[in-house]
């Protein structure tokens, strides 16, 4: 994901201290009930659209902003499917971030999958049944989201894959 213009403001102070930052993620069906992907440029690998909110912007903003801006799909956030404090990341750089992540259940109600920023490789809809390779992290989001369970807490006694 591109760094926001207010963590390089930060780094400039804090150096490549610890970070906590909030995330969002969106799970984005479509009426045949496939789910969008990205190929990340960072690292290449398949997962589901996410990015960091602006200061004071609502997760649900976030998730259709980074959406659009991603993949030019327009969507409509259904519910929360989960919330989850990340493991700590430290990039090439040296810069050290930690993520609350906040994945929405989204609904593509209009655009064309495609490349519309640098951070994406690729873009495309795929089957549930058949879905690229992808790290545990998005698998679990788009597990959850197709439940009808209410939202997903780690820390509550289950494991985040359902």
């Known amino acids: 994901m591109a760094t926001p213009d207010f963590i390089h403001d930060l780094r400039t102070s804090i150096g490549h201290q610890l970070l906590w930052l909030p995330g969002v993620s969106a799970v984005v069906f479509d009426d045949a009930g496939r ?6 440029a960072d690292t290449g690998g398949w997962s589901v659209i996410g990015g960091i909110p602006e200061p004071g912007e609502q997760p649900a903003e976030t998730a259709v902003r980074e959406v659009y801006e991603e993949t030019a799909v327009r969507v409509v956030p259904e519910r929360v499917v989960l919330v ?7 990039y090439p750089n ?15 109600i209009g655009g064309t999958a495609r ?11 795929f089957a549930v049944d058949d879905l ?11 597990e959850r989201a197709l439940q009808d369970g209410p939202t997903w807490f780690r820390g509550m006694g289950e494991d985040p894959r359902p």
Request: overall charge negative; some cysteine.
């Open 94 to 108: 040296g810069d050290r971030c930690q993520f609350m992540d906040v994945t929405l259940r989204c609904r593509a």
């Open 84 to 90: 989850e404090a990340m493991a700590p990341v430290r």
């Open 132 to 142: 690229p390779a992808v790290h545990d992290y998005a698998l679990t989001r788009i």
């Open 115 to 125: 490349v519309n920023d640098d951070e994406s490789l690729d873009v495309g809809w």
């Open 35 to 40: 789910v969008l992907l990205g190929k990340r």
